[in-house]
């Protein structure tokens, strides 16, 4: 049994993952300090109503389904059929997600109430100990810088390790 040719005129899959590579540089500053009124422009194209993420998965799940209905030869195993309910089963679901654009919209009106981000972590330098001085018996005068372990250890006791 011969396949069909291709009739697949949309984007490559290597088009498909760099756009999912620029969804995840997104996730990945949101994960870091981003100040929200500099996002909301980005999470309103991701999540518009008409052309957003919610509104093109909601469509292409029932589509696919759809077309493998279409498609599958007539003795179709059941796991198909589950195949098929789970993508129009998880559709409505993704739907649902469309008016988030609204508390977009909503955080933008609030401009103003947001201040500067703070940083999750702070830097963390930690300098080489000074090479070994001599011996010496008089141990009266402290050590002038701290241990690099000292450092760390207040770091951690502080919360600035992260």
């Given amino acids: 049994m011969s396949s069909p040719s291709s009739t697949w005129r949309g984007p490559s ?9 620029v969804l995840g540089e ?8 981003v100040y929200v009124p500099d996002l909301l422009p980005v999470l ?4 518009d109503e008409e ?6 998965l909601g469509s292409l799940l029932p589509n696919t389904a759809g077309l493998i209905e279409g ?6 195993p059941v796991e198909i059929r589950h ?11 993704v739907t649902d997600c469309h008016d988030l654009h609204q ?4 955080l933008a009106q609030h401009e103003a109430a947001f201040d500067a981000p703070l940083p999750r972590s702070y830097p963390l330098t930690i300098t080489a100990a000074p090479a070994a001085e001599p011996h010496h018996h008089d141990q009266s005068t402290p050590s002038a810088s701290p241990r690099p372990e ?9 919360g600035h390790d992260r």
């Fill in 44 to 47: 309103a194209t991701i999540l």
């Fill in 51 to 56: 052309s957003g993420m919610p509104a093109i």
């Fill in 103 to 106: 508390a977009v919209d909503r």
């Fill in 150 to 158: 000292a450092v760390l250890d207040e770091a951690r006791r502080s």
């Fill in 83 to 93: 195949i098929i309910a789970q993508l129009r089963t998880a559709a409505p679901e």
């Fill in 71 to 76: 498609q599958v030869l007539p003795s179709w």
């Fill in 13 to 21: 899959p290597d088009k498909v993952a760099g756009a999912l590579d």
């Fill in 26 to 33: 997104v996730h990945w500053q949101t994960d870091s300090t």
